[in-house]
């Protein structure tokens, strides 16, 4: 499986932006995917996940009601809305498709990772 995540940049706080990420090499529509981040000198961590169908999702609580994850299986694709940006978002993305139809949170639930992209929020 390989997976190419694109749609990171520089912003200031308060503005918006959209992550892509394009699957190929499996059967994307069968598993949960879902985006992480890791800022300098911290762990990887749990942003948004969304179910096979669409119908579950799943945030972190320090983004939730301004980030928004989607999916679209025909295109194989998943993406992260992500509005009212602050500093403490600053991290590289990482997308990711599960081994399970259900959403979870550790990052050992996810067997394929994209090669991650940069967001930068300035104050």
């Known amino acids: 499986v390989q997976l190419q995540a694109s749609g990171g940049g520089s912003v200031q706080a308060g503005d918006s932006l959209r992550l892509s990420c394009a699957a190929s090499?499996?059967?994307?529509?069968?598993?949960?995917v879902g985006w992480f981040r890791q800022a300098p000198q911290n762990k990887r961590v749990f942003v948004a996940g969304?179910?096979?169908?669409?119908?579950?999702?799943r945030y972190a609580d320090s983004v939730k009601g301004r980030f928004t994850i989607s999916r679209d299986n025909a295109e194989n694709t998943m993406y992260l809305q992500m509005t009212s940006l602050k500093p403490e978002d600053t991290a590289v993305y990482y997308c990711?498709?599960?081994?399970?139809?259900?959403?979870?949170?550790?990052?050992?639930?996810?067997?394929?990772w994209g090669q991650g992209t940069l967001v930068t929020v300035s104050s």
């Open positions: 990711a498709v599960s081994n399970y139809d259900d959403v979870f949170s550790g990052p050992r639930a996810y067997a394929y």
């Open positions: 969304i179910a096979p169908s669409g119908s579950t999702t």
């Open positions: 090499g499996r059967t994307f529509s069968l598993y949960a």
